[in-house]
């Protein structure tokens, strides 16, 4: 029996329109760096934070994780206008997949700053290269850690 938290509400206890208004308050910190979320982004923000919680069968509570990924990879030097908020869609999966690989080890804060440093060092602003290496490898040593397994090819120490 499948079970719907809330109808036309995400499950953060916000409405679209709310969080659609969320996701807009980010374009004050994010045009100091010349990136701006439109309306419509906005709203295409929503669903696909919806759709990846839905997908991983995840619970977020409080509010949404994409107005921080907003304001932490507003700062991205590989991030343009062009491409933002297609880049935001997609590294809202990442950070799912991180939660869900990582056994929730880490808190949000801390995965949106692993992300970002590999998303700037080692991944060079690919979010194809965060997704597949980077953030199997870092998920791997967290699973490793939480478990005193360690290994000497950390890539990145806490």
Known sequence: MEYELAGY????GLTE???TDEILSTNENSRQYGLC???D???MLVKAGKEALKTKDRVEFGSSITPKLIEKF???????QVDFAQT???LIDVFYEVKDQSCDVLSDDD???IMFYCFENTSMGSVELLQTRDMEYITRDIRNKAMNVYSDDDM???
């Open 9 to 12: 509400m995400d499950n953060t």
């Open 17 to 19: 329109a709310q969080l």
């Open 37 to 39: 979320i439109s309306q």
């Open 41 to 43: 982004q906005a709203k």
């Open 74 to 80: 507003a700062q991205s030097s590989y991030v343009s």
């Open 88 to 90: 935001i869609a997609a």
């Open 111 to 113: 995965v949106l700053d």
């Open 156 to 158: 990145y120490e806490q």
